[in-house]
């Protein structure tokens, strides 16, 4: 079937690296892909238009509604007189206050489609202020939903009040392409931890996220703040990412002289082996949504230190494929991250249970054909009730 594929943050071309590009990506690849018998489906970009505002600008929310006003009708002409190949159903990645679907409810109420959400997420305190038609327009949206699939267990209590009595919430375990790591697996025999294969005494820790202002400078802050605490062993941390925030980290990372290496934005191959010459993964996750980089992190046989967040703890285990700090707090994180590094045995039996666990919970295999399995359901049911009004 034809799938109509939207990201209102960030479409799955832009040129700017994110995790939100990379679920993106991920949703297109599992939709495409069919798995356990399930056949793959043909996925097309619905629209490259960003509706998100984060400056609480009115006006420049008025413009983005107005162009999305414009993008449906567009859609729906297209589709109507041909022009492109009518979709089956629509799938939103995304959509809360600051980037609300404000095209894929129009059109799916116009052509008579199933509208599938993945990834809404509701506020009730913005209900009001800056973004109140944001929020808004995502509640609507919700309510237009057929189906919602939540990747965030925090999102489910508001976006459940939100939907229609007979739409349909269904979690969705995040996930990511394994196979990357395969080959890195292979040569380590599964990772018998990086440590032994040097001479140095140093643990290398590894932390993996763009530069940019608010929570991710904060989690990088409270990442320095933690490791000036640790004594119980050497370490050297690797920051891999880039972006507006780099030379303002650079200096406050300073302090620490050689113990930090800068390695900037890394892709592929080269990202793989930084995680190979790892020992240990280490993010605070500052209001972290999810933080697909544990789940790297964990398909490379990491073991993690990080802040905990609901959504972070549906990917790392607690005292299983990682150690947990309570949110915000250094001390808490530099004790968790000084324990582990000061024990090898430790980062062995966590890492090897965090890459099974990626493995078996959150691989792109599975995803595909959960995935599949709720679309061709949705479409199936939307047929046959299609079907039933006409001969009635």
Not at 33 to 60: C, K
Not at 217 to 231: G, I, Q, V
Request: aromatic share 8%; with cysteine.
């Amino acid at each position: 079937m034809n799938i109509a594929f939207y990201a209102p943050l960030k479409s799955p071309r832009s040129d700017t690296p994110s995790g939100d590009r990379e679920i993106a990506r991920l949703l297109w690849r599992a939709l495409s892909a069919g798995q356990a018998g399930v056949g793959g489906h043909e996925v097309t970009l619905a629209s490259d238009l960003r509706t998100f505002e984060g400056a609480g600008d009115a006006h420049a929310q008025q413009k983005i509604k107005v162009d999305a006003a414009r993008a449906a009708e567009d859609f729906i002409a297209n589709v109507r007189r041909g022009g492109r190949a009518a979709p089956a159903l629509w799938f939103t990645y995304h959509t809360y206050h600051k980037a609300p679907d404000l095209i894929g409810p129009a059109v799916t109420a116009a052509l008579g489609i199933p509208y599938v959400i993945v990834e809404a997420s509701i506020s009730p305190k913005q209900a009001s202020g800056s973004w109140a038609a944001g929020h808004a327009a995502t509640v609507d949206a919700v309510r237009s939903a057929d189906c919602v699939i939540g990747l965030n267990p925090r999102d489910a209590k508001e976006v459940r009040k939100a939907m229609r009595s007979d739409a349909t919430y269904l979690p969705l375990a995040p996930f990511i392409d394994t196979s990357r790591f395969d080959a890195l697996a292979a040569a380590t025999r599964g990772r018998p931890h990086a440590l032994a294969h040097r001479h140095d005494d140093a643990v290398r820790v590894l932390t993996v996220a763009m530069m940019r202002e608010g929570d991710k400078y904060a989690s990088y802050m409270m990442l320095r703040d933690a490791l000036l605490l640790c004594r119980e062993r050497a370490w050297h941390l690797t920051i891999v990412g880039d972006g507006a925030m780099r030379f303002a980290l650079e200096a406050a990372f300073a302090s620490l002289g050689d113990q930090v290496t800068f390695a900037g934005a890394l892709n592929g191959a080269d990202l793989v082996a930084a995680y190979g010459a790892a020992d240990v993964f280490a993010w605070p996750a500052c209001n972290e949504a999810l933080g697909m980089v544990f789940l790297e992190a964990g398909a490379a046989g990491l073991p993690v230190v990080a802040g905990h967040t609901d959504g972070v703890a549906s990917i790392v285990k607690a005292d299983e494929t990682g150690l947990f700090a309570p949110a915000g707090s250094v001390d808490a994180f530099a004790s968790a991250l000084d324990r582990l590094i000061a024990d090898e045995a430790l980062m062995r039996r966590l890492g090897h249970a965090a890459r099974r666990h990626v493995l078996y919970k959150h691989g792109l295999p599975a995803a595909s054909a959960r995935l599949c399995e709720i679309v061709t359901g949705l479409v199936s049911n939307s047929t046959a009730g299609r079907r039933d009004r006409y001969t009635a």
